[in-house]
């Protein structure tokens, strides 16, 4: 079994920290060293990797920081103590990009230029990875995102971009709105949020329901930082039948609460992204009116009558109870729906790596890298993707993965349909194996 030890390094602030083994997965990280980590210590073995962990440890994503860090530190701590990469140890270096764009390209190159990582992971909101990706290019420094924006998968993006353990957005709504529209209604009113994750929403779902033979009635964008929502309810139409809603941020719950009170007993069918309830318990207080409605899952908050053997191992490692919540307090609300891309992206990270062999920081090594990635074809599900069986095409750097649709009853949800693989496949046109390296 291998040992890291991790202390500060020269140079680092508040903002960030290093992390690898030692601490448990649902203790509470501080913005410094975390208790019981120190450097790895160089004798007669090789440097460690290093993975650049670029987290919304601040701002509007910082509930899915909290729990993306969580994650990354039991995946970290399964890989060291299974060898590592390559027979390396795995050492994880955090910087905060305050869930901002201009900082999150600031993050890049300090990583690179700094701290002289071997890649960069991690970054979920749309518009920082958007506002990251350019510069990664530009350093040809390989850039794995945990996000679910289209930006990836439509080629937006450049070559060393990949996404390889969480679907996007356009495929979750294409498996899903069959099932929408032939359970709940056709006419929708869409509230999003006005950036690149929600208009990938706004153009994709309303695409699929018009396939379906459905219709969007009324789209609302919302601004990401809106505290309050009441102004904007009343632009329902009374002909809506299913108000599609998926917010982020702080301020999601006062949406679902403001949403409630709009309504009161008399309201359309719902059909939520959990990201508008996201590290929220949904026992609280008026939060009732939500029994009845449904939400996307990524990955079943609730732990189901048919839970596998993998998703006991995997809650077990990142310190999360049968309800979604921390093991160590039950109201800390997790990110599940979610977070499991990140420890399913770093095992991608090592099958990639130990295919190329990967040793060094090089521009060949991580030209192997990136190649190797490119001809993962899929994963089966297991203890490295707990969250099921997925496809992977290496022309868009995009991972195909099973949705679930929950129903919310007794303050839990319960699923009531997965989706194919296949449910949320479309026509691939982007082709990043075409860009030079």
Known sequence: MSKTIITPKKGLTRRSTLLGMGAAAGAGLASQVMPGFVRYSQAQTSEPIKIGLQLHRTGIGASYGRWYERVTAAAVKEINDAGGINGRPVEVIIEDDGTDPKRGAEVVEKFATQHKVDLIYGTLFSHVVIGSAPRAGELKMPYVVVSEGYHVASGALNRYCFQPGITDVRSQVSAMAPWVSQNLGKKVTMIFPDYAFGHDHRDYFSAAMKAQGGEIVQMIAIPPTESSFTRYLPQIPSSTEVLYHVMVGPAVLTFVKELGDFYGSQRPQIFGFIDSLEAVDLKTPQLEFLDGTYFWEGNPRYAQANQTEHDKFYREKVGVDANGASAS???????????????????????AMEMSGYSGQTAKDKQGFVEAMESLTAFEEGKEHPQGAKTFNGKNHQVYGSQYISKVAGGRMDVVHKTAIEDGMYEVTADYTKMSL
Do not use: N, Q, R
């Open 329 to 351: 307090d039950p109201k800390d609300i997790s990110t599940y729906a979610h977070m499991f891309g990140c420890w399913e992206t770093l095992y991608v990270i090592k099958k």
